[in-house]
């Protein structure tokens, strides 16, 4: 994982059970169909639950606001510099994919027509909102700055 690669999900054996936590049903379906294919007739359907990003804190014991022991601290400076870095390089990445929220096209390619610079704008405002609101009043995520994006993809002044 430390070679940049995206983590599209995390897989758990416990006994004769193998958990598949993504964060997305897109993601639920692929890891699902990988496992098909590599498992075979050896995995059974599976069971689906779906859980609010604070369940699935809880459920993994990271509950908000739980004591972190000070030697696994880092300070928030130190935070900030390496959550932004991780955002920047996953959005570059991003702007040269394919996102089912614009017709599976590129946001590159999609900013090339009126009616794809509209649903680009949305899109980044969503992800703007989506990322303050995950970080409720503070924090590094919420602290990251999205302007770059709209600048590169020429669509600065639908920012409002």
């Known amino acids: 994982m430390d070679d940049g690669a995206i983590v599209l999900?995390?897989?758990?054996?416990?006994?004769?059970?193998?958990?598949?936590?993504?964060?997305?049903?897109?993601?639920?379906?692929?890891?699902?169909?990988?496992?098909?294919v590599g498992l075979g007739d050896?995995?059974?359907?599976?069971?689906?639950?779906?859980?609010?990003?604070?369940?699935?804190?809880?459920?993994?014991g990271t509950t908000p606001g739980r004591e972190v022991s000070p030697e696994l601290q880092i300070?928030?400076?130190?935070?900030?510099?390496?959550?932004?870095?991780?955002?920047?390089?996953?959005?570059?990445?991003?702007?040269?994919?394919?996102?089912?929220?614009l017709g599976d096209m590129t946001p590159r390619q999609a900013v090339l027509t009126a009616s794809g610079r509209k649903k680009v704008a949305i899109w980044l405002k969503d992800i703007e909102n989506t990322t303050v609101r995950a970080q409720g009043s503070g924090g590094a995520m919420a602290a990251y700055d999205f302007g770059w994006m709209w600048h590169e993809l020429g669509i600065i002044r639908l920012r409002k």
């Open 9 to 36: 999900g995390t897989l758990d054996l416990k006994g004769r059970q193998l958990r598949l936590q993504v964060n997305s049903k897109e993601r639920a379906e692929r890891g699902r169909a990988m496992l098909q």
């Open 42 to 60: 050896l995995v059974r359907a599976p069971l689906t639950q779906i859980m609010t990003p604070a369940q699935a804190m809880e459920d993994r």
């Open 75 to 101: 300070p928030p400076e130190e935070e900030a510099r390496i959550i932004g870095q991780m955002l920047e390089r996953h959005y570059r990445q991003v702007l040269d994919e394919p996102v089912p929220a």
